[in-house]
């Protein structure tokens, strides 16, 4: 089973970047599709981007497309998210989650494997 952990955030002011890191163990990424939620205190597990670990795809939310980047490098076993011009309302523990195969859905529900999370804190 793959194992997956995030690394990457902080606090950064508002019009910011950061960028989130998800190493995956004990699997290669290249058999899974990878995808970033972010859940918020009091909210719902969120879809962010994702991505086929062979980058043949990308897909995003509506709230972060363009100012958001997924991408992988399957020799380093790691999927990135490029989080630029920061807003509060992007506060939030940043997950990735893995499923195998090809998956172009946006379900928390259906990704079984998760990452600890990283805080993302937006200042304003």
């Known amino acids: 089973q793959v194992q997956l952990r995030e690394s990457g955030g902080g606090l950064v002011q508002a019009g910011g970047s950061l960028r989130l890191s998800c190493t995956a163990s004990g699997r290669t990424l290249s058999d899974y599709s990878m995808v970033w939620f972010r859940q918020a205190p009091g909210k719902e597990r969120e879809f962010v981007a994702a991505t086929t670990t062979s980058s043949d795809f990308t897909w995003y939310a509506d709230s972060v497309k363009g100012r958001f980047t997924i991408s992988g490098d399957n020799a380093k076993n790691t999927v990135y998210l490029q989080m630029n011009s920061l807003k509060p309302e992007d506060t939030a523990v940043y997950y990735c989650?893995?499923?195998?195969?090809?998956?172009?859905?946006?379900?928390?529900?259906?990704?079984?494997?998760w990452g600890q999370g990283t805080q993302v804190t937006v200042s304003s």
């Open positions: 989650a893995a499923r195998p195969g090809n998956y172009y859905g946006s379900r928390a529900g259906d990704f079984g494997t």
